[in-house]
């Protein structure tokens, strides 16, 4: 068989784009154009092919036989050629039939594919990236629409895809952040430049999750902005971490700048106090004796101050033994109820019978219990009320639960409570010493303790103590 001739001029099919191949019914090359020639680089290799044996890749010569063979008339088959400097190529073809006088020609138009076979992989490679990555991602068009959210981001938000798509991304909105941060934000990234910021959103139960956030623009390829990605790290559980350490810290160094305090202040206020004591012994003048003796009552106070700030910042000389919980609770309350002459307040206690004893000082937990049981009573202010005092047990933890139907905390305040000095009892009520001091003992005892609280609904004070095992 003759090799095509080559040079005919004025065909049509040469102007097509498409490399195109005729065969006789026996894969044998009738004749190709100008594209599959300038593709396939025969030219410059001087070579006329003259069977598709010698284009197709070796081992798909079988396939595309078959094909060939079934007289498959159709698009979008596949397969490879190989190119006269040996590259190999991904080839895209329909078959089509050709009838002429006497026989029927296949016809084989051909497209190179391999670019868009490479982008179609690199796109699956980068998709699959995004969508099962642990970071929260989420694509918006050009107007601020969700287009996309991967599983991470809607595990961490609490939405699911079908509740984002479509919406703008401030339903996640904390309010955190003032409008013009956001209006900032957005100049930054219209301008076409990526921002990274820390932001607080919120879940769609409402909590809060802190996430540090990059933004950046998606532009096609005439530097249009036809859309922005939005790449979180989830930062929760390390603010979470960063305030338990600042409390931590900032606890830690309030009890030694206290106990620094205490001892300065403590020498001379016991030479007042015997001053005083010398002077009250003496006189027989009724006037000062009376004002002395308020000037006594007020060094008690001063007195019992700087012993709990003594007590805070000072490792405990009392003694640990293993202590019935619920006798301390019961005890607690006794005192309370008699010091506090507490009328109109319903008690509830459900105590579990089989808690474990725990190595703590009793006198200092007792301590803690009052405390935070005067805090309940202050609580109603007077107002008919209720208590509860809750004893249980999970795992290798004992927890005591003393909850009031009192004003409740507001969020702000919540953070304070625990501080030293931090009190909203008028002056000589109370101290703001109560709380600080009690978590100082439980936090001693390697427990902790809890604050949940609603205005106007009431507190929950939570006690966590661990069961410890023979040392
Ligand atoms: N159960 C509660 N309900 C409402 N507010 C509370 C409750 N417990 C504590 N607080 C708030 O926390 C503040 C600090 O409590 P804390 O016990 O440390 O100090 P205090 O009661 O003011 O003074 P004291 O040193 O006499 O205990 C209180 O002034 C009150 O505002
Ligand atoms: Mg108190």
Redesign the pocket.
């Known amino acids: 068989m003759s090799s095509p001739a080559l040079s005919k001029e004025g065909r049509v099919f040469d102007l097509l784009p498409e490399m195109i191949f005729i065969l006789d019914g026996k894969s044998a090359l009738v004749d190709y154009n100008k594209s599959a020639v300038q593709a396939m680089g025969f030219e410059s290799a001087g070579r006329h092919p003259v069977s598709m044996r010698e284009i197709v890749v070796p081992p798909l010569w079988a396939d595309f036989e078959g094909t060939m063979k079934n007289g498959a008339v159709g698009s979008g088959h596949e397969t490879r050629f190989v190119k006269a400097d040996g590259l190999e190529i991904d080839i895209s073809y329909d078959v089509r039939l050709l009838q002429a006088p006497g026989t029927t020609y296949v016809v084989v138009i051909a497209k190179d594919v391999t670019e868009q076979k490479r982008k179609e992989l690199e796109y699956l490679q980068f998709s699959n990236v995004i969508h099962y990555t642990i970071n929260p991602i989420q694509i918006t068009d050009a107007k601020g629409k969700m287009v996309y959210v991967n599983p991470a981001f809607e595990r961490v938000s609490g939405f699911s895809r079908d509740e984002l798509i479509g919406k703008n991304p401030n339903i996640l909105n904390s309010g955190r952040h003032s409008r013009d941060f956001w209006g900032k934000v957005w100049n930054h990234i219209l301008s076409g430049k990526a921002w990274v910021g820390e932001v607080e959103n919120r879940r769609k139960d409402g909590t809060p999750f802190h996430t540090e956030l990059l933004i950046s623009p998606i532009e096609d390829a005439a530097g249009t902005v036809v859309g922005f990605l939005g790449a979180h790290r989830d930062l929760t559980e390390q603010k979470i971490l960063e305030r338990q350490l600042l409390r931590s810290q900032k606890m830690e160094s309030i009890g030694t700048l206290a106990a620094g305090i205490a001892h300065e202040v403590g020498n001379p206020l016991t030479s007042i106090s015997s001053l005083v004591q010398v002077i009250l012994r003496t006189t027989t003048d009724e006037f000062t004796k009376e004002k002395l003796e308020l000037v006594k009552n007020q060094i008690t106070r001063i007195a019992r101050i700087i012993r709990?700030l003594v007590d805070f910042s000072r490792p405990s000389t009392y003694v640990v033994r293993p202590t019935d919980i619920n006798q301390t609770l019961r005890e607690a309350w006794n005192i309370v109820q008699y010091g506090k002459k507490v009328r109109d307040i319903k008690v509830e206690l459900s105590l579990a019978e089989d808690l474990p004893l725990l190595d703590v000082v009793p006198d200092q937990l007792s301590q803690v219990f009052i405390?935070?049981l005067?805090?309940?009573v202050?609580?109603l202010e007077g107002k008919a009320g209720s208590i509860w005092i809750r004893s249980s047990a999970h795992g290798n933890q004992v927890t005591v639960q003393i909850r009031?139907s009192?004003?409740?905390?507001t969020p702000e305040?919540c953070e304070k409570?625990?501080e030293p000095f931090?009190?909203?009892?008028e002056v000589g009520?109370?101290?703001?010493?109560?709380?600080?001091v009690?978590y100082g003992i439980v936090k001693s005892f390697d427990g902790d303790v809890l604050l949940q609280?609603a205005v106007g609904k009431?507190?929950t004070?939570t006690i966590v103590l661990p069961v410890k095992g023979p040392a």
Request: hydrophobic share 35%; aromatic share 12%; no cysteine.
């Open positions: 709990d405390n935070i005067i805090n309940a202050d609580s009031d009192g004003k409740g905390i305040h409570v625990f931090f009190t909203t009892k009520k109370g101290s703001g010493l109560g709380l600080w009690s609280s009431g507190s004070f």
